[in-house]
C-alpha cells in the first residue's frame, strides 16, 4: 500500500488514485439481506459500483427477482448477482445464503444486515408482545445469527466486515417507534461488542439513518414530507442512496481502522437540542 505521507499536495492525481484504490471493492463478495427494494437494494446496488459480486435476500421472490434483474444492469450482467429467497429469521435461510454465496463467489468478504421490521407502533403499554418479540427476533437474533453463520463458513478463517443497519431511533427515543427503536438500540450495542470480540480479522460497524424515503418508513412521513424535513438542519428526508455511500466507505479498505462504530446518517436530526 502506498505511504500516504510520501505523497505531496502537488500530486493530486496520486492521492486521487490511492483514494479510488482503498475504494475498490473487485474480487470481493458481499450478502445484502433485506435488499430487494429500499435502503438494502441502493447498498447492493453501492457496492457492484465498487466491484463487488453481490448476493441479496428478501421474503417476496417476485420482488427479489425485479431487484436482481435490475442490479444485474449495474454489474453489467447477471454473473456477479445472485437473490435468494428467505426470512431472516429463519436459520435455515440464513444458512443457504452464506453457503450459497461462497459457493457461488468464492468468499464472503462483506456482510450487511439491513433486514429489519417494525410492526408495532404507538405506546409500548399497549405493545403485543409477540409482535416485539418478533422485532427482536428479525433486527437483533437474525443479525447476529447471520453474522455466526459467516463467521463457521468463512470469515473465522479468512476475515471480512460488517455493517449492521440500525436506525436513530435507537440513539433516542421517538414514542411513535419505541418497539422498533429498542431493538435498534440492541443492534448498536451488539455491534460493539462483536467489534472487541472479532478483532482485528473482523470489523463490525453500525449505520444510523433518521427518516429516509422508502416505503418501509413512509408512515412516518406520508402525511407531511415537508413539514417533517423541516424539522432537519439540511431540510430533506435522506434517501437510500445516502445510506448507501456510507456502507461503501465502511466495508471498503479507506476505514480499515474504524470498527464498533456507529455512524448517523440522519440529516443532522440528533444534532439539535
Request: no cysteine; hydrophobic share 45%.
Amino acid at each position: 500500500m502506498t505511504d500516504v505521507t510520501s505523497l505531496s499536495t502537488d500530486q493530486p492525481d496520486q492521492l486521487a488514485d490511492l483514494a479510488d484504490r482503498a475504494g475498490d471493492l473487485t474480487g470481493r463478495a458481499a450478502l445484502v439481506t433485506g435488499a430487494s427494494r429500499g435502503i438494502g437494494y441502493a447498498i447492493a446496488a453501492e457496492l457492484l459500483s465498487r466491484g463487488a459480486s453481490v448476493t441479496i435476500t428478501a421474503r417476496k421472490p417476485d420482488e427479489l427477482t425485479r431487484a436482481v434483474e435490475s442490479l444485474a444492469a449495474v454489474a453489467g450482467g447477471p454473473k456477479r448477482v445472485l437473490g435468494l429467497p428467505g426470512n431472516a429469521g429463519h436459520a435455515e435461510a440464513r444458512e443457504q445464503a452464506v453457503t450459497r454465496t461462497v459457493d457461488e463467489f468464492g468468499g464472503l468478504h462483506i456482510l450487511v444486515n439491513n433486514a429489519g421490521i417494525n410492526p408495532v407502533y404507538g405506546s409500548l403499554m399497549d405493545a403485543d408482545l409477540d409482535a416485539v418479540r418478533k422485532i427482536f427476533d428479525v433486527n437483533v437474533v437474525a443479525a447476529l445469527g447471520y453474522l455466526q453463520q459467516a463467521y463457521r463458513t468463512w470469515m473465522g478463517e479468512h476475515g471480512g466486515t460488517v455493517v449492521n443497519v440500525a436506525s436513530s431511533a435507537g440513539l433516542r427515543s421517538t414514542g411513535a417507534i419505541a418497539a422498533y427503536g429498542a431493538s435498534k438500540a440492541a443492534l448498536i450495542r451488539l455491534t460493539e461488542e462483536l467489534a472487541w470480540q472479532l478483532g482485528p480479522g473482523i470489523r463490525v460497524n453500525a449505520v444510523a439513518p433518521a427518516v429516509v424515503k422508502t416505503k418501509f418508513a413512509s408512515i412516518l412521513y406520508e402525511r407531511g414530507e415537508d413539514e417533517v424535513a423541516r424539522t432537519y438542519p439540511m431540510k430533506r428526508l435522506g434517501t437510500p442512496e445516502d445510506v448507501a455511500a456510507l456502507v461503501g466507505f465502511l466495508v471498503s479498505d479507506a476505514a480499515s481502522w474504524i470498527t464498533g462504530e456507529t455512524v448517523r446518517v440522519d440529516g443532522g436530526a440528533l444534532a439539535r437540542p
